[in-house]
């Protein structure tokens, strides 16, 4: 799979602004969307794999070594939607914060890497590798528990993509 995270990460950055006239009932003006790829950064895979006793998966890796963090189809006019995938210090932050709030729903292996703007939903790659599910996405809903949660995805490649097939809409959701 290596490449592939660049890959979606190069579309990603390639789309910039997009203008979606098909708006949900009652806003009075098209939305504009943005999709922005920050600049990579240097960082310690070893030193967050220590700190949260997980092992960060090949495609989650790839990612961090190509940005710091993205944002797909951020609502610019209200900011109200979009996916923020952080970067590894801020994840290692707010990994650690989330998880605290909510110690029955989160496990050894989870990692909280980003979020979806507006409703709260969290973005979780599992990171254990002794698991069956390493290196899936979890969506973590704020008021649920996680035997309610959705697994879009079993890898980060497949779940970007999916994204932004669906131009950033969440799939998992949707009857298609």
């Known amino acids: 799979m290596t490449g592939a995270i660049n890959a979606i990460v190069a579309q990603i950055n390639a789309i910039g602004l997009q203008v979606r006239l098909d708006v949900p009932p009652g806003l009075p003006e ?5 999709c922005i790829v920050f600049p990579q950064l240097v960082w310690d895979v070893s030193f967050l794999e220590r700190e949260l006793a997980l092992k960060i998966p090949p495609e989650l890796r790839e990612l961090w070594d190509s940005t710091s963090c993205l944002g797909m189809f951020l609502d610019v006019t209200y900011g109200q939607s979009g996916l ?3 970067s590894p210090d801020q994840a ?3 990994h650690r914060r989330y998880s605290e709030r909510r110690p029955d729903d989160f496990r050894s292996g989870d990692l909280i890497i980003g979020e979806f703007l507006g ?3 969290l973005l979780i790659v599992r990171c254990d590798p002794r698991s069956e599910d390493f290196g899936s996405v979890m969506i973590a809903l704020p008021l649920d528990e ?19 097939d669906t131009e950033g809409r969440k799939y998992w959701e949707l009857d298609l």
């Open 146 to 164: 996680r035997s309610d949660w959705e697994i879009p995805a079993r890898s980060l490649s497949k779940f970007f993509r999916n994204l932004l």
């Open 92 to 94: 290692l932050v707010r």
């Open 30 to 34: 098209p939305l504009v969307l943005r």
């Open 84 to 86: 923020v995938v952080w």
């Open 119 to 121: 409703d709260s939903d």
